[in-house]
């Protein structure tokens, strides 16, 4: 699949980290280095632009690596970036450690996933069909 992407940053475009990856990984543009402390949350640019073709989202996720070695996540896991968005891609990263963390440009944070979609159309109705579960809902199987 191709995908029309202006690259406005410093850095290559995002690649495949194998031959069987599903994600891409997306590098920090940013002038200077930015202190994350604990808890706080901010909005990190990549100087990417992209126009995703009609059914496909692009959804942005966490690198495993910073998740659990620096507790640094992507706060709206996963974001969405929906096919008419023409902005640049931004990601929303949030410390959940202990820790100041310091943010590169040009270091790998965040993954992203572009997937196929569909649009629902609702069918209002009176009843719905029964199942086993039913109603049940958060930890309705119990522990095994």
Request: overall charge negative.
């Amino acid at each position: 699949m191709k995908i029309r992407i202006i690259n406005k940053s410093k850095h290559q475009l995002p690649q495949y980290a194998t031959s069987l990856s599903a994600g891409l990984d997306l590098r920090a543009n940013i002038e200077s280095p930015i202190t994350l402390q604990p808890l706080q949350r901010c909005l990190v640019p990549t100087g990417l632009y992209m126009a995703l073709p009609a059914g496909y989202e692009a959804q942005v996720r966490p690198r495993s690596g910073l998740a659990i070695k620096k507790g640094i996540t992507v706060l709206n896991s996963p974001g969405t970036i929906d096919a008419d968005y023409r902005g640049e891609i931004c990601i929303i990263l949030v410390n959940l450690s202990n820790e100041p963390f310091v943010i590169e440009d040009g270091e790998r944070i965040a993954q992203m996933v572009i997937a196929r979609h569909e649009q629902a159309e609702w069918e209002e109705v009176e009843t719905l069909d029964e199942t086993e579960r039913g109603t049940g809902g958060f930890g309705h199987s119990g522990k095994k």
